[in-house]
């Protein structure tokens, strides 16, 4: 392989600190320790790849898509919703370009068109990861709600509204109607 590794190697390097970026919206429901922004894409990724495959659109690009949607943030740290409001010129297309400056151009192209189309809501798994990135946030939210952050549902409500697909309405609704811890009394076989 005759193309340098350097820029790839300083942004893995890079996007490791996004383990520890924390999502700074929590903060105002009160969450002292809030998940960080890898935690958020990891499971954003998840939900990304089964909307788009009860959609009808491609289910790995999706979630692909869903990985790189917050990778600017290592640059711009997790602005909040209000944040947005007044920090208006971090575009994610001209910090991704930045980020990628250096890399070999196949990586370079391949990681600007992603953030572009995430960006650009123009195709289905675009709508798709978008949608996990608002049912992601909605379902920390319950989550949050569960250990006692009654202020999360206002971030529940917000999410929920911000949908559009079917798919992630409908799943939206079977969250909703679930206990958060549900799932580990069925898998040891408690009843109720």
Avoid at 59 to 79: I, M, N, S
Avoid at 104 to 112: E, F, G, N, R, Y
Avoid at 136 to 152: H, P, S, T
Wanted: glycine letters at 8%; a negative charge; aromatic letters at 6%.
């Amino acid at each position: 392989m005759a193309d340098d590794l350097s820029a790839v190697a300083r942004f893995l390097y890079e996007a490791g600190t996004l383990k520890h970026t924390r999502r700074t919206g929590w903060w105002m429901a009160g969450v002292n320790d809030p998940e960080s922004v890898a935690e958020h894409s990891w499971r954003t990724s998840l939900i990304a790849s089964i909307i788009a495959k009860l959609e009808g659109a491609d289910p790995a690009r999706a979630a692909f898509l869903a990985v790189w949607h917050d990778t600017q943030e290592t640059r711009t740290g997790d602005v909040n919703h209000l944040g947005k409001k007044y920090a208006t010129s971090a575009d994610p297309q001209a910090v991704t370009a930045d980020q990628t400056a250096g890399m070999p151009d196949v990586l370079a192209s391949t990681i600007q068109e992603l953030v572009a189309e995430y960006e650009s809501k123009d195709s289905p798994e675009a709508v798709c990861a978008r949608d996990a990135d608002k049912l992601e946030c909605m379902l920390q939210g319950i989550e949050y709600k569960a250990q006692g952050y009654g202020a999360a549902q206002r971030w529940i409500d917000n999410s929920r509204a911000r949908l559009t697909t079917e798919a992630g309405k409908r799943l939206a609704e079977e969250l909703l109607g679930q206990d958060p811890l549900g799932w580990l009394r069925a898998a040891i076989g408690e009843k109720g």
